[in-house]
DNA sequence: CTGAAAGCGCTTACAG
DNA sequence: CTGAAAGCGCTTACAG
């Protein structure tokens, strides 16, 4: 009631609680109201209870950001992403909060919103006053752009796609070798004529799982068929386009491998409209194994990211570069894993050649 | 090169940039660097220019914490949400986002991970320090535990289901009457027997949506069987067992109403492992409309709440709440949607009475 | 258009 | 176990 700093005259729009209030409020100083509400120093048991009460009554909620300005801890790290909507961005998002929790630290998250001006001029100009560490996942971002937050002061670690050392701490998903692997199990079914539909090439995701389609091809010696390529632009809608071009080929292709799920939906939904049986007639597999595919109609085949255990990873690096800000930086390259499922099947087709063992 | 102030020895282990730093190698104050980095007072051209080269070649990143503690308005808006793993919650977040961006705010995230633990302790501390006002999709949460954030100073919306008024500034998404909707449509088609499997009771959702059941057999004068109403707990798994249960049934279902789509799926996969026909022999609708409801096979039958504008509309009430804080609370309810997929269909069950229409 | 002073709310480092 | 002083990096309010 009498809480009103002297300048004050109405109550009304009280402002929030200070230390200082709790303090005048226990009959103690702001230092004692700091010990003990973050138990960084003993304090009497008596003390620290009144200074509990005296916090409790007064609503009081620690203001991080004074906190942050001299603590060298905030207990914070930081998660910077383009498109939460992206599912496996949330499950990135997600899987980190967790582990950062089982180690004592909240997150927060900024979204960018894949638009590169903001992410130019604004990543990590939120978080990095506020946390002890920062996690980045911006696919599309070039390098350059992180160079000013890589030399801060503030430890991070990126989980991309990128190829090639480039000094940043990162837990980079393999995408060659799932494509290599699930192409290879097309060949295996017996297909010859394997479309590729591309995604967006700047993140590299999509020429990576293009080089792994083409080392498949290569090691089964059939040759890249430059009509069996199209670009999907990594939407539902470019893998219809590109499927519908596919499809009205002379000579189709007995199996798709769209750059991911979406486009393999696309690809899906042109098929059963044309009446063409999958796997029958069509074989089709995706990438990234999204919610969606394990209940699609048929079910995707398609190659899984370990999200979960690349986030645990990022995150357990990130505080190994907290604990020693000066260690190399260091990249990891996590395994991917095909999941067969029900879109893909034996070459049935006359025009594809048989002589596959 | 420079750089290091008197009692650094190392410059290896160099700190962020200030704007002290950006004002000496500029030549200005800091009250310079400050006007020409915000723009918020008139600076001459070529002071700005100098300011703008030597931020840029300092890597300077803004201090948020330290804006923040001194200056009114952070352009920052905060958003506390328990999971963001559920699709509806990142939807909910995205387009707030961008709502927020087009009136050029910034937007961090915190998730609590429905831990009420940490929600009673912890809601909005991170937060309420930092931002301008403050979103809140806590459907677990208690309101006493948001009260203390409430009385700060930062303004609030919440985003839930809670019935009735309480002081909070709140949008809702209606759930009896999308319940009530598509009950009126299983009726329609004929069937009598229609069970519920509701979710857990806290969060006011499956009551809701049980209400709304109940409403539209009485208004139908179908008396309600208490044996077609079964608990699934809002769980793929939970909707299974309670399925399994009414199919037992000596007198089974001819559709079922599960109160979200996760124990619809559920339902549905018990109904097709027994070999029954959906539509044909059982119709089965649920709440929510996420992602992979219109990929099932057969598609299904759902309620779709309007998240878009719910968190257009939360943003809106928020910015009207930062401009005038003295505003009496406000609850908005925006109605949901009965989207009529292929799930569901005309009672073909003898058992049923078919004295419908 | 520019600057010197003071302070936001907290915590570090130093005393007792 | 407790406190007085100083300062984190910025911006407000006051001068010029």
Redesign the interface.
């Known amino acids: 009631m009498k809480k009103s700093t002297s300048k004050t005259k109405d109550a ?5 609680a200070t230390v200082i209030d709790i303090a005048r409020k226990a009959g103690v100083s702001s230092m004692t109201v700091s010990r003990a509400l973050n138990g960084t120093a003993p304090v009497a048991e008596a003390t620290r209870a009144k200074v509990l009460e005296a916090a409790r009554s007064l ?1 009081y ?6 906190r ?2 001299k603590a060298t801890h905030t207990g ?1 790290l930081g998660f910077v992403v383009s ?3 992206f ?1 496996y961005m ?2 990135l ?2 899987t980190a ?2 582990a950062a ?1 089982a180690a004592g630290y ?6 960018t ?1 894949s638009d590169p001006q903001r992410e130019r001029l ?1 990543v ?7 946390c002890d560490g920062l996690l980045i996942a911006l696919p599309n971002t070039e390098p350059k752009h992180l ?3 890589a ?4 430890p991070m670690v990126l989980l991309n796609y990128w190829r090639g050392r480039n000094g940043f701490n990162m837990v980079r998903a393999d995408s060659h070798d799932g494509a290599f692997a699930i192409t290879r199990h097309l060949l295996e079914q017996g297909h010859r004529r394997i479309a590729f539909i591309a995604g967006t090439s700047h993140t590299g995701q999509s020429p990576e799982r293009e080089r792994g389609w083409r080392d498949a091809l290569e090691e089964a010696h059939v040759p890249v068929d430059p009509e069996l390529i199209r670009f999907g632009g990594f939407t539902e809608e470019g893998g219809r386009r590109a499927a519908a071009e596919l499809l009205d080929l002379a000579n189709p292709p007995t199996a798709i491998f769209a750059a991911n799920d979406l486009m393999a ?1 696309g690809a899906m939904a042109v098929a059963s409209e044309r009446g063409i049986d999958i796997p029958g007639q069509l074989s089709i597999a995706g990438f990234d194994d999204i ?2 595919a394990r ?3 048929p079910s995707l085949t398609t190659v899984s990211h370990p999200f979960a255990e690349l986030s645990k990873r990022a995150v357990q690096m990130l505080f190994e570069r907290m604990t020693d ?2 260690r190399e930086s260091q990249c990891i390259e996590l395994p991917s894993q095909v999941i067969i499922r029900n879109s893909t099947g034996p070459c049935q087709s006359q025009r594809s050649i048989r002589k596959v063992k």
Chains 1, 2 share one sequence.
């Open positions: 009304t729009q009280q402002s929030a609503n909620v620690v203001n991080l950001s004074a942050r300005l914070v498109d939460l909507q599912p949330a499950e998002v997600g909060s967790e929790r909240d997150m927060l998250v900024q979204t919103w604004h990590g100009s939120l978080l990095s006053g506020l160079r000013a937050l030399q801060g002061n503030v939906i919610p969606v209940h699609l109609n800000p000066k």
